[in-house]
C-alpha cells in the first residue's frame, strides 16, 4: 500500500517503495525502482478506460435528473490503440531519461556541479551522453490529445519522496512529471515562469519570488537555472502543450524556445513532449529540432474515418448511454449522421449525442433520430462549421490556420433547452388553468340560473342576470352570492346603475329578507325554500367539525 506525506506548503509526495527490475538497463537505479511496474496492453485498458454509470431504470426519471445524467458523458473515455502505444512510449521516454541520472553514481554530483558552473557562466554545458529523446504529438483540436496524455500521467505519481536506498542515504524529491502550457505570446520567460509556479506548488519551494519576478534576470540567464533546479528535482518528464503558440512569438522565438528543449535534453538527459494542433506542425522543419522531437517518433493526430475499427469501437462503446425514454439502436444512418456532423473528431461526436439526447427529451420525442442530430448540428457547429469543410475536403494545410474547435458550451445548450421546456411546461399550465376556470364558470352560471327558476325568475331574465353579474362583479364568485345580487335585481332592491361599481352590494336588512320570502310565497314556495335558494341556507344539513349535539 502506497504512503505519502505532505510536503511543508507543497502537494502530497508518495514515500518511495523500490521494486526489482526485469530490464537489465534500469536495475540499481532508485528513481527507475521507485516507479509504478510497466504495464501489458490489459492494465493499460484497465487504467485508463472511463465508463460513467448507468441504469437503464435512469431513463424513466424527470427530465431535470436526466440532464444531469447525460453529462456524465463528458468523462467518458473509450481506450483506443493509439492511447496503449502513447503510453508505451511515454514509459519508456521517462525510464530511458532516467538511466543516465541515477543518484548513486558518482556523475550524477558531478552533473549537479556542473549545473552551478553553468549558472554562473551563464551558458548551458552540453557534453553529457543522454539516452533521452523526445516526443511531438500534432493533432486536430477536439481529438483528445491532451485528455489523453494526462490521463497517460495520472497513472503515476506526480511527486516521489526518497529518503533511503538499499542502506545509502538519499534526501530527494522525484518529480516524475511536469506539465506545462505555451503561454499565448509564446514567450520563452512566460513559460520559464509557469515552470516555476507548478514547481512551487509541488514542491513548496519559492522560485518564482526568487527568480521569475526577478526582472534583473533575463530569460537567457534563467534558462541555465531552469536546468539546474530540473537537475535538483530529478524531473522525469517535461510536457509543453498548446505549442502553436510559439507561431505567434516574435520573430526567431520559436526557434530559441524549441532549442532550449533540445538544450535541456542535451544538459540533463530530460525528455521532452510537445504537443499542438496543426499549426505547430511548420515550427519543427528544423532537422535539428524535429530530430530531438522524433526520438520516440511523431504522432500525427487526425480524425477517425468512418470505415476505421477505431471509430465503431468508439461510437458502439458511446451508444449504450442513452437516457432517453426510447433508446435506439445505432442504425447506419445515426451512424453516418454523427459522422458527417463530427468528422470523426470524438469531442465533436460526443457533445453531438449528448445535445441530441437533451433535445430528444425537451421535444418530447424522447428518441435520437438523424433529424435531431442534424437539427442540434445546425444549431451548434455554425462556429466550427469551416474548419469541418476544411476536414472533410482533406486539406491539412487549410486545417492548419483553423484554431480550437469551439461548439456551444453543454451548459449553455442545457439551458437553452431548460429554457424551452420550461416555457412549454408554463404554457401548458396556464391553457389547464384557463380551462379549468372556463368549467368553473360555466357550472356556476348554469346552477345560479337553475336556483333562480325556482324562485320564480323567468330564465331568460336569470341567464342575463347572472352573465352581467359574472362580467361586471369579479368579487362575487360563489353560487350564493351570485343568486343573492340576481334576485335582489329581479325584485328591485338593487338599481341597475349599481352593477357597475366595484364594491361590494350591502348586506340587507330583515325588511329585505322579508320581501324574499313574501316573494316565494307569491310563487308557491316555503320560507325554508326561498331562504335555502337563495344561498341564505346551507344546501345540506350537516354538523361543522368540532360541533356538538346538545
Known amino acids: 500500500m502506497n504512503e505519502w506525506i505532505q510536503i511543508p506548503n507543497g502537494a502530497l509526495a508518495q514515500v518511495a517503495r523500490y521494486s526489482s527490475q526485469i530490464v537489465s538497463q534500469y536495475k540499481d537505479n532508485a528513481m527507475i525502482e521507485a516507479l509504478p511496474s510497466i504495464m501489458s496492453k490489459e492494465e493499460v485498458v484497465q487504467a485508463l478506460s472511463s465508463y460513467p454509470h448507468f441504469d437503464k431504470e435512469e431513463r424513466y426519471a424527470d427530465s431535470h435528473y436526466r440532464f444531469h445524467m447525460i453529462q456524465q458523458l463528458l468523462g467518458y473515455f473509450q481506450v483506443m490503440p ?128 526568487r527568480f521569475g519576478k526577478n526582472t534583473k534576470l533575463s530569460a537567457a540567464s534563467l534558462m541555465p537555472i531552469v536546468s539546474q533546479i530540473a537537475r535538483s528535482c530529478n524531473l522525469g518528464i517535461l510536457v509543453v502543450d498548446e505549442v502553436q503558440n510559439l507561431s505567434v512569438a516574435n520573430s526567431g522565438g520559436a526557434e530559441k524556445m524549441l532549442s532550449f528543449f533540445v538544450t ?65 439502436e445505432l442504425t447506419t444512418e445515426l451512424n453516418d449522421a454523427i459522422y458527417e456532423a463530427s468528422c470523426g473528431i470524438t469531442d ?134 351570485v343568486v343573492q345580487v340576481a334576485y335582489k335585481f329581479h325584485l328591485g332592491l338593487i338599481e341597475d346603475k349599481q352593477t357597475t361599481s366595484e364594491t361590494r352590494p350591502q348586506i340587507e336588512d330583515e325588511r329585505d329578507l322579508r320581501k324574499l320570502v313574501k316573494a316565494g310565497k307569491e310563487n308557491g314556495l316555503t320560507a325554508y325554500q326561498v331562504l335555502k335558494d337563495a344561498g341564505y341556507i346551507a344546501s345540506d344539513f350537516s354538523i361543522d367539525a368540532g360541533s356538538e349535539i346538545g
Not at 556541479?113 to 477536439?142: E, K, M, P
Open 264 to 328: 535541456l535534453s542535451n544538459s540533463i538527459g530530460l525528455p521532452t513532449i510537445l504537443i499542438g494542433t496543426p499549426t505547430a506542425q511548420a515550427l519543427f522543419s528544423n532537422f535539428r529540432i524535429a530530430r530531438r522531437g522524433s526520438g520516440q517518433g511523431d504522432v500525427a493526430w487526425l480524425p477517425m474515418k468512418k470505415e476505421e475499427p477505431s471509430w465503431r469501437l468508439f461510437i458502439e462503446g458511446i451508444w449504450d448511454y442513452q437516457w432517453v425514454r426510447n433508446p435506439t
Open 82 to 209: 493509439l492511447h496503449i502505444d502513447l503510453e508505451n512510449r511515454i514509459s519508456r521516454l521517462i525510464r530511458q531519461g532516467y538511466v543516465n541520472r541515477n543518484p548513486i553514481q558518482p556523475n550524477y554530483a558531478s552533473q549537479m556541479v556542473q549545473g552551478y558552473a553553468d549558472i554562473q557562466r551563464g551558458q548551458i554545458h552540453q557534453n553529457i551522453q543522454t539516452s533521452s529523446s523526445g516526443l511531438t504529438i500534432v493533432g486536430v483540436s477536439g481529438m483528445g490529445k491532451s485528455t489523453a496524455i494526462n490521463r497517460i500521467l495520472s497513472m503515476m505519481p506526480q511527486n516521489i519522496s526518497h529518503s533511503e536506498y538499499n542502506g545509502v542515504q538519499l534526501s530527494a524529491y522525484e518529480v516524475v512529471f511536469l506539465r506545462l502550457e505555451c503561454p499565448p505570446d509564446g514567450s520563452i520567460r512566460g513559460l520559464i515562469n509557469n515552470f516555476f509556479v507548478e514547481l512551487d506548488q509541488l514542491l513548496g519551494t519559492n522560485y518564482m519570488d
Open 348 to 481: 465533436i461526436a460526443v457533445k453531438i449525442f449528448m445535445f441530441s439526447q437533451i433535445r430528444a427529451i425537451t421535444s418530447g420525442t424522447e428518441t435520437i433520430t438523424p433529424q435531431i442530430i442534424k437539427g442540434v448540428v445546425k444549431d451548434s457547429l455554425k462556429l466550427v462549421e469551416p474548419m469541418l469543410n476544411a476536414l472533410r475536403s482533406g486539406n491539412l494545410n487549410g486545417i492548419a490556420k483553423f484554431g480550437d474547435i469551439n461548439i456551444a458550451p453543454i451548459n449553455g445548450f442545457i439551458a437553452a433547452e431548460q429554457s424551452k421546456l420550461n416555457l412549454g411546461n408554463m404554457l401548458q399550465t396556464f391553457q389547464k388553468t384557463q380551462k379549468e376556470q372556463q368549467v368553473h364558470a360555466e357550472r356556476l352560471k348554469q346552477d345560479a340560473v337553475v336556483r333562480l327558476t325556482l324562485l320564480g325568475v323567468p330564465e331568460k331574465e336569470a341567464k342575463h342576470n347572472v352573465s352581467k353579474i359574472l362580467s361586471e362583479m369579479p368579487h362575487v364568485q360563489s353560487v350564493q352570492e
